[in-house]
């Protein structure tokens, strides 16, 4: 019995593993889309227009799947967490450096200067 639930949840945190690089690809590719375009020297030479912020839509959708996948990830490692690996005894620490992280980017997008 314990040997199917350890399967089942194996398959599951693989299934979460895979979502979410998929999930950090499709927003490095929204990244790559949505920001300012670089003003290079000949474009200035040419008088060319660019556009110099973010389109609204893809800022959005970035920043709503950069937390999306970071509680994919929180969620994943709480669930290896749970099953008590004994390789994996530094996890206590990779999941307060995680919440850390979370922590000091929220601050810093709550208080930047725009």
Avoid at 88 to 107: E, P, R
């Amino acid at each position: 019995m314990a040997a199917q639930r350890f399967n089942w949840l194996s398959k599951l945190l693989i299934v979460m593993t895979v979502g979410g690089w998929a999930l950090y690809v499709l927003l490095l590719i929204i990244f790559h889309y949505g920001r300012p375009e670089q003003h290079f020297g000949y474009l200035k030479y040419q008088d060319i227009a660019v556009r110099t912020e973010w389109l609204t839509w893809n800022s959005i959708w970035f920043h709503t799947g950069i937390w999306g996948a970071l509680g994919l990830a929180v969620t994943t490692f709480t669930l290896v967490h749970l099953t008590r690996h004994r390789q994996l005894q530094y996890l206590k620490i990779y999941l307060v450096l995680l919440g850390a992280a979370a922590l000091f980017t929220l601050l810093l997008v709550t208080f930047s200067s725009r």
